[in-house]
């Protein structure tokens, strides 16, 4: 089995963890990815779920994270070794106020530094209006992080990070705010005063906010690259699976890509595309042309059942419907020149949730 079909298996079925102490630190709850671990695979490291029904029932195992005897099986059969990043050096620190550092910032696959700046969403404790597959306050419920990190709080953590674990590039995103700029205003304060600690590249992530000047001030501020996650495209499946969000039209959607795409750059803007919730093979295939022709990477990801969710049993796209969709919309990458790696920060240049960046090329 060639690798991009690997990893696309793997993120659809996910990994059965035979010993339930090799999960011990993935990730569970959270903005994203949740239920998941890091796991390398023939060089490549990606984020697999673990903690969902799908893994518990899926074809791939692994029965050890030592370096020297962990292998990927399908079924009955060795097919790879597989291993687990360290858990990062800045991870036993603590803030002077004795927050630990993991509960400010978490390490996603394993170079990249991601914080959800407020762990809170205006949307989310209200059935008519909350995103049916998000699990942003669960991690808040269950201690294991804060609800607003501030801006000395991330700039301190980002440091340590990249002084001690070598970190390249960071991601914050946000829960919405009942505010219309949409938590743009607090994004940059946080990436000011990151920038003024570290050189480290930011991305930031958070709806189109009303007025389109915050993308200028995210940028004086240090943001990077932006990003604002559509998730769904069909106007049926968005009033269905995200009630609130869908009230933003996706005519501001693209509007906000455009006038994105002019401060940040080329490239630099990227959004989500969750495959799976109920869009077409088609309507995604045209809606990454159209994101592509403005400038702006659709990160396609299989949508990955998470606990405690209204989707918790909504099944998973098939890994074949994965692999057509990353063929497609890795060729109108390669023939527009747009790739992950040139990406300043962000998801879509991690690429670890989703094997996109292996069709670039």
């Known amino acids: 089995m060639n690798k991009q079909r690997l990893i696309t298996e793997l993120q659809t079925h996910g990994l059965k963890m035979v010993d339930p102490a090799v999960g011990a630190a993935g990730r569970k709850g959270g903005a994203g990815p949740s239920d998941h ?67 400010i910032a978490l390490l996603h696959s394993h170079d990249v530094l991601a914080t959800t700046v407020q762990q809170t969403c205006m949307r989310y404790r209200d059935e008519a209006t909350a995103c049916q597959f998000c699990a942003i306050e669960k991690s808040l419920d269950a201690d294991r992080t804060i609800a607003r990190k501030t801006p000395e709080q991330l700039a301190e953590v980002a440091e340590a990070a990249v002084r001690l674990d070598g970190v390249s590039n960071m991601i914050m995103t946000t829960g919405t705010p009942n505010s219309s700029d949409r938590g743009a205003a607090y994004l940059a304060e946080c990436a000011k005063a990151i920038k003024a600690r570290v050189n480290l590249p930011i991305q930031a992530q958070c709806e189109p906010p009303d007025d389109f000047v915050w993308f200028e001030r995210m940028k004086a501020a240090g943001v990077d690259s932006l990003g604002m996650h559509l998730e769904a495209v069909d106007p049926e499946v968005r009033a269905r699976i995200m009630p609130g969000k869908a009230e933003v039209p996706l005519a501001h959607y693209f509007d906000a890509f455009a006038a994105a795409v002019k401060v940040f750059g080329w490239g630099q803007v990227s959004t989500y595309l969750l495959a799976g919730l109920g869009d077409s093979l088609e309507t995604l295939v045209e809606a990454s042309d159209r994101l592509i022709n403005l ?67």
């Not at 109108?332 to 790696?341: C, F, Q, R, V, Y």
């Open 295 to 361: 400038g702006v990477y659709p990160f396609v990801v299989p949508f990955v059942p998470i606990s405690e969710t209204p989707l918790a049993n909504h099944p998973a796209p098939s890994s074949d419907f994965m692999f057509t969709l990353y063929q497609r919309v890795g060729a109108l990458l390669k023939a527009a020149g747009m790739t992950s790696a040139s990406i300043n920060a962000g998801c879509a240049k991690c690429g670890a949730c989703s094997a996109l960046s292996t069709f670039e090329k």
């Open 37 to 103: 671990k890091a796991v390398t695979v023939d060089g490549t490291t990606v984020m697999v779920p673990i903690y969902t029904g799908t893994a518990s029932e899926s074809p791939y195992s692994v029965n050890s994270i030592d370096a020297a005897t962990a292998t990927l099986a399908h079924g009955d059969e060795a097919i790879a070794p597989i291993a687990f990043p360290q858990q990062p050096q800045f991870y036993g620190l603590t803030t002077a106020d004795g927050i630990p550092y993991w509960k």
